[in-house]
Protein backbone atom coordinates (compact mmCIF):
# COMPACT_ATOMS: atom_id res chain seq x y z
CA UNK A 1 0.00 0.00 0.00
CA UNK A 2 1.08 3.30 -1.41
CA UNK A 3 1.24 6.24 1.59
CA UNK A 4 1.64 10.04 -0.10
CA UNK A 5 2.79 13.28 1.50
CA UNK A 6 2.24 16.09 -0.11
CA UNK A 7 3.88 19.72 0.88
CA UNK A 8 3.27 22.93 -0.56
CA UNK A 9 5.22 25.64 -0.70
CA UNK A 10 2.59 28.16 0.79
CA UNK A 11 5.10 31.29 0.44
CA UNK A 12 5.58 30.98 -3.53
CA UNK A 13 1.98 29.87 -4.35
CA UNK A 14 -0.39 32.23 -6.53
CA UNK A 15 -3.86 30.41 -5.58
CA UNK A 16 -4.16 29.73 -9.70
CA UNK A 17 -6.49 26.74 -8.76
CA UNK A 18 -5.05 24.39 -11.28
CA UNK A 19 -4.19 22.02 -8.42
CA UNK A 20 -7.84 22.02 -6.85
CA UNK A 21 -9.38 21.79 -10.29
CA UNK A 22 -7.31 18.86 -11.85
CA UNK A 23 -6.67 16.70 -8.10
CA UNK A 24 -8.73 13.43 -9.04
CA UNK A 25 -9.70 13.33 -5.57
CA UNK A 26 -11.16 16.86 -4.87
CA UNK A 27 -9.37 17.32 -1.59
CA UNK A 28 -6.83 20.35 -2.76
CA UNK A 29 -8.44 23.77 -1.58
CA UNK A 30 -7.21 27.27 -1.30
CA UNK A 31 -6.10 28.17 2.32
CA UNK A 32 -8.05 30.67 4.35
CA UNK A 33 -4.91 32.35 5.44
CA UNK A 34 -3.04 34.69 2.46
CA UNK A 35 0.58 34.50 2.17
CA UNK A 36 3.55 37.28 1.93
CA UNK A 37 2.29 37.57 -1.96
CA UNK A 38 -1.38 38.41 -0.94
CA UNK A 39 -3.06 35.20 -2.56
CA UNK A 40 -5.03 32.28 -0.45
CA UNK A 41 -2.32 29.52 -1.07
CA UNK A 42 -3.49 26.01 -1.95
CA UNK A 43 -3.89 23.52 0.97
CA UNK A 44 -4.76 19.55 1.13
CA UNK A 45 -8.00 18.81 3.20
CA UNK A 46 -6.49 14.99 4.29
CA UNK A 47 -3.26 14.30 3.84
CA UNK A 48 -5.09 9.85 3.95
CA UNK A 49 -7.19 10.64 0.61
CA UNK A 50 -4.33 11.49 -1.47
CA UNK A 51 -3.46 8.28 -3.74
CA UNK A 52 -0.20 10.04 -4.51
CA UNK A 53 -1.08 10.41 -8.04
CA UNK A 54 0.92 13.91 -8.37
CA UNK A 55 -1.47 15.45 -11.07
CA UNK A 56 -1.30 18.62 -8.79
CA UNK A 57 2.15 18.60 -9.15
CA UNK A 58 2.12 18.32 -12.72
CA UNK A 59 -0.74 20.99 -12.84
CA UNK A 60 1.48 23.55 -11.27
CA UNK A 61 3.08 26.23 -13.32
CA UNK A 62 5.70 27.40 -10.14
CA UNK A 63 6.34 24.20 -9.15
CA UNK A 64 5.43 24.58 -5.31
CA UNK A 65 4.12 21.49 -4.54
CA UNK A 66 6.06 18.14 -3.77
CA UNK A 67 4.25 14.93 -3.85
CA UNK A 68 6.41 11.81 -2.02
CA UNK A 69 4.81 8.22 -2.19
CA UNK A 70 6.56 5.25 0.38
CA UNK A 71 5.30 1.87 0.25
CA UNK A 72 4.31 0.74 3.66
CA UNK A 73 5.41 -2.09 4.71
CA UNK A 74 3.13 -4.69 6.42
CA UNK A 75 4.06 -7.11 9.33
Not at 27 to 42: D, Q, R, V, Y
Amino acid sequence: MAVARVTFREERCKGCELCVTFCPKGIITLAKHINSMGFHPATIEDQSKCTGCATCARMCPDLVIEVEREVARVG
